[in-house]
């Protein structure tokens, strides 16, 4: 089984910063992939920012110069800096990662999600 655990969420006023971290833990083989999305109150699920295993980066428009995606392979974690905030960005995060369990069998996985909330 795998289990990706979530930490950094809170609230913080209009332009400041926190730190997503997501550490994924049990057995498996290799992560894939790995990414953060956010789902606002009355909307759906967004794509926020991916990293590959090699540390290639996406970002959604709204987020590039403010947030930052990296991973640390070695603790099987992945961080979401996010810098000058906006009360556009209050949303539940969720971190999802695309691992392989053993070669053969793959599955997708994600965190508990954390509550981001930003005040104007």
């Known amino acids: 089984q795998v289990q990706l655990v979530e930490s950094g969420g809170g609230l913080v006023q209009a332009g400041g910063s926190l730190r997503l971290s997501c550490a994924a833990s049990?057995?498996?083989?290799?992560?894939?992939?790995m990414g953060w999305y956010r789902q606002a109150l009355g909307k759906q699920r967004e794509l926020v920012a991916t990293?590959?295993?090699?540390?290639?980066?996406n970002y959604v428009d709204s987020v590039k110069g403010r947030f930052t995606i990296s991973r640390d392979n070695a603790k099987n974690t992945v961080y979401l800096q996010m810098n000058s905030l906006k009360p556009e960005d209050t949303a539940v995060y969720y971190c999802?990662?695309?691992?392989?369990?053993?070669?053969?069998?793959?599955?997708?996985?994600w965190g508990q999600g954390t509550q981001v909330t930003v005040s104007s």
């Open positions: 999802n990662a695309d691992i392989r369990l053993r070669i053969g069998a793959r599955g997708s996985y």
């Open positions: 990293i590959t295993s090699g540390g290639s980066t």
């Open positions: 049990g057995s498996f083989f290799v992560i894939d992939g």
